[in-house]
């Protein structure tokens, strides 16, 4: 099993800066990729930003040049600062973990692959 903890979500005031993490912990083999979704009602869920194993990022239009994605390999986390805020950002931001678990032999050899979601933390940017 692979559990992802969340945090850094909370109100801000337009313009203001907030950072998310999220850790990865369990029986991991390696991790390919994490990222940052976010959701608002009514709406599907969106790709925000995402770094991969081998440095590649991604980030939705409306927020380059605002927000930065990083990861810390040797701890399974990756951080998500949010800078210039707006109300557009209002949302809940969801990570998103994949990659592949250790065997059932042990952590020498990769198993099957996950894809796993933390449990959201919402974000308000509002005056």
């Known amino acids: 099993q692979v559990q992802l903890m969340e945090s850094g979500g909370g109100e801000v005031q337009p313009g203001g800066s907030l950072r998310l993490s999220c850790a990865a912990s369990?029986?991991?083999?390696?991790?390919?990729?994490m990222g940052w979704y976010r959701q608002v009602p009514g709406k599907e869920r969106e790709l925000v930003a995402r770094r991969d194993s081998g440095g590649g990022s991604y980030f939705l239009d409306s927020v380059k040049g605002r927000f930065t994605i990083s990861r810390l390999n040797r701890e399974n986390t990756v951080y998500l600062q949010m800078s210039a805020l707006n109300s557009e950002d209002t949302a809940v931001y969801y990570c998103n973990v994949h990659g592949y678990y250790c065997s059932v032999s042990g952590c020498d050899r990769p198993g099957s692959h996950f894809e796993n979601w933390g449990q959201g933390t919402l974000v308000t940017v509002s005056e």
């Open positions: 369990g029986s991991i083999f390696t991790i390919n990729g």
